[in-house]
């Protein structure tokens, strides 16, 4: 997928970008690419891919979620930006926080974000589970969501948390996805969210499948979750 076919898929689905946004995107892949010869940030470094498994799929949520408007969001583990970042150019009014363990990633997040002048992200240097029962983010967000970090059943130990009441948790998956959720239905119930919608969609070009589950935060998560760093990891609820 290049520039303009990404801009012309984005379009199709409602999505229209600005010469300054599509100038974004460039800037955002070249920092990529540069920044990952001195660190592993992303595997996938050619163009075409980047626009299409990174850019596109982690813009594809906003394809059936409402995300016009300043609503916070907040992005566990998201690496070298996925998906919040395409999602911050795409909807400049939300107002990230991304967590990442790897303090080097942070890094080149915060340059990221100089580069690309964006306002109102902000980036947390912790474990999520440290991050989860830190009053200062615990049930804060409208919204929080996750791209390729663990199984939904794990997933949701670090993100449910962070939901405030009324808020929505996106689980952004691959195949076999449905096997993940019938595993994560007993953890998703005592963390206080409940299936909301479920699509299943094919990633242009190379049909790959996709599945984005959305979850409503219906009750206040027990104060236990998220355990101890590595626990949800090592002994998912069941």
Known sequence: ?????????????????????????AKY????????????????????????KHFYDS??????????GQKTICDVGAGAGFPSIPLKICFPELDVTIVDSLNKRIGFLGTLAEELQLTNVHFVHARAEDFGQ???????????TARAVARLSVLAELCVPLVKLGGIFISMKGAAADDELA???????????????EHSFKLPIENSERNIFVFDKEKKTPKKYP?????PNKTPIQ
């Open 183 to 197: 595993d994560a239905k007993k953890s998703l119930s005592i963390l206080g969210a409940i299936i909301k919608e």
């Open 1 to 25: 997928m290049n520039e303009e076919q990404f801009v012309q898929a984005l379009k199709e689905q409602g999505i229209e970008l600005n010469e300054k946004q599509i100038a974004q995107f």
């Open 59 to 68: 813009i594809s949520a906003a394809f059936y979620i409402d995300l016009s």
């Open 227 to 231: 355990r101890k760093p590595g626990v």
């Open 29 to 52: 892949f070249e920092l990529l690419v540069e920044w990952n010869e001195k660190m592993n940030l992303t595997a996938i470094t050619d163009a075409p891919s980047v626009y299409l």
């Open 134 to 144: 830190n009053l200062l983010y615990r049930e804060k967000f409208d919204i929080v």
